[in-house]
């Protein structure tokens, strides 16, 4: 008579405690990617300037909180 270990249960997939909301639009990020600017979570598409709301992809500059495109922060 052969005996078999028994069967190994796969631990149930762990669900976050809290959600990640995006900095900028303050919905939950469900995205693949996410960035994290200024220590907070953005979606990236909501990584812009707060004055002309161009997306900011290489750099950007923060006063107060906010992002500005390199344009807007020097004005």
Not at 9 to 30: Q, Y
Request: net charge positive; charged share 30%; hydrophobic share 30%.
């Amino acid at each position: 008579v052969l005996s078999h270990p028994p069967p190994t249960r796969l631990p149930k997939a762990i669900k976050p405690k809290t959600m990640v909301h995006c900095a900028g639009c303050k919905r939950p990020i469900l995205d693949r990617f996410l960035l994290n600017v200024l220590d907070r979570a953005w979606h990236v598409k909501c990584v812009q300037c707060c004055e002309c709301k161009c997306n900011l992809t290489e750099k950007c500059f923060s006063r107060e909180g906010k992002l500005y495109c390199k344009n807007d922060f020097f004005r």
